[in-house]
């Protein structure tokens, strides 16, 4: 209990290593810095600003649909929003804020690593995202304006002929700016994860967030090169004259649909499974108790990541040429571990001492929206369901549930994590009135939307027929916007309001997992000492020897009451683990 | 070792039997062809991982009972801040800015690229900053 020993990190130079740690300093250590917490610090605040951008083109979208006849902007423009809207939140924020962002700051600190395993790659991740994020919206600089073709680009539509101009190619060129810096960062985690962990670290003694992370970096590296070829393949239609997506040529324009949304399915997982794992350790911690069935949350997070590739046509149900019952029935089996996750978070819940901070309040948003969002799912999952309601904003609500419970989850990550990394804590009762308005936003401007959808209201279009009943559904849902909003102006005012006002100490939420072992803000790789790793929760183990968790595999009955299949295949993966010991 | 080696080619067992199951059903190619290529993905360095998980002495982290001073000794070679992550990161940005405002950027852009290659390099010859 008491081995504590300070890992040593080789430096060949010493005098001059030094010198640079500490010589640099602002604008030149912001560019020049291999550490992983100020390229992740880079990261969460480049990708919190993506996420005010874009939220900036929703009220304007939502301020162009309070009124039928809407003159706020022109049918151009609200193309042009629409599409920016949509890329700038999945491109530039959800993806690089958890998997660049709070993942490259947090995941080497949970695992015992001194820093991520290529440094300097971790950092040319960065400024390939930042620049990306610039390529794309300098497109509103341009005389025919940004991208118009919605996030997804859809062939013939994204043609030269059908969208010429410099912002669609922006767009094609800061997407492969960006989907490098994904690569590349996936590239970091796994490397990091399998061969920096901390002596006694076990893969199966990982905290769940390590895990989703894996797996999301496993995803990334499967699907991003996809998105790049088809990129590459688009731009070469648009110039050079080949006619991979296009009929006259002998091309096929479903092609381009299949491989975006080969990209697009496992790229919904690589936004929500670590905001998943961001709530599974909000929750553990705050109730004061191990994760609920820990191995069937990796075995759920395991399938959902493998699953995930098998879905990608039931985005193309009705465009007629995919395999109906294959898509269907891999889709409806995602529910499946996705359910596992919800019954273990309930599960951790149970009978453990809840503490309703600001985090913990933002997880259960996230549990409540995430569920709306998932049944939703579920239904469009069907066929016949999704052919009555493609397209229309059913699907639009169906997608901003989820999504605005990963944003409820990543502000419970920063409020979190944040004491972590900056050292400081954010003023709980903003905080809190931060929550409640997100989340009730949330909720009142997408419930209607399911409404208007299941009424028929297409989706992406700025004008709608006068009827009351679309228009006072659309009022509501503006109005849910703007709460929204409100709720991001709370949060950069508590960011300001706190801003290096209440210190934090090294734990203050007496957490379980590594990173909180070390000083907050942590020190240059990481770590002064180490606890001996026993569990998934060496931090817990160590301040509270009394009540010390129960190892895995090590017989008796644990309090993990595991399903069966689950635990068999996780048995299968552990019988391995001894015997690698 | 063993249980990272199990994991991706797990993935890629799953991945192949998808494969065979949705082509057979689908005789549709472009995702066959990109499910065949995922499995090919994880078996790569599945395969290599568990070729040396045989072969190899179980590390200090793959060790349940392992103390903290089995890990003692170098953990690894750190690089320490360099500028040519950001000058990379440039060079790339003007290269993509050339497939849209003309071919010139290209100079800048494999310019700065080729610096850096150059220059990291160099850096990582000097010592230490590998």
Known sequence: MTDLITPQVAHADDGHHQEEHHGATGILKWMTSTDHKVIGLSYTVTSVVMLIIGGLFAEIIRAQLASPNGTIVSLAQYNELFTMHGSVMIYLFAGPFAFGGLANIIVPMQIGAPDMAFPRLNALSYWLYLMGSLTMLMGFFTAGGAANFGWVAYAPLSNSINTPGAGADLWIGGLLLTGFSAIFTGVNLTATIFYLRAPGMTMFRMPIFTWNMLVTAILILLAFPVLTAGLIMLYCDRHFGTHIYSVAGGGVPVLWQHIFWFWGHPEVYILALPFFGIATEIIAVFSKKPVFGYKSMVFATLTIGALSLGVWAHHMFTTGVVLLPFFSIMSLLIAVPTGIKIFNWIGTMWRGELWFSTAMLMALGFLFTFLIGGLTGVYLASPPLDFFTHDTYFVVAHFHSIVMALVLAGMGGLYYWGPKFTGYMLNEKFGKIQFWFLFIGTQVFTFPQYLLGLDGMPRRIPIYPHSPQWKSLNDWSTFGAILVGVSMIVFVVNVGYSWKRYPAGDNPWDAQTLEWFTTSPPPHHNFYRLPQIRSERPTWDYNHPEHRSLAHGAGGTGTHHEPPLANAIVGMLEHDQDHDA | ?130
């Open chain 2, 1 to 130: 070792m063993r249980v990272e080696a199990k994991i991706l080619l797990g993935l890629g067992a799953f991945f192949g039997i998808m494969c065979a199951v949705y082509w057979n059903w689908s005789l549709e190619n472009a995702g066959g062809v990109m499910m065949f290529a995922g499995m090919l993905l994880c078996f790569l360095p599945g395969s290599y991982y568990y070729w040396w998980s045989r072969r190899m002495k179980a590390r200090p982290e793959d060790d349940p009972q392992a103390t903290q001073s089995e890990g003692a000794g170098v953990v690894g070679s750190f690089p320490g801040s360099s500028i040519f992550p950001f000058t990379l990161g440039m060079g790339a940005f003007f290269v993509v800015l050339a497939l849209v405002f003309g071919i010139w950027f290209l100079v800048p852009g494999l310019g700065l690229a080729a610096w850096a290659v150059l220059g990291a390099t160099a850096e990582g010859r000097r010592g230490g900053h590998v």
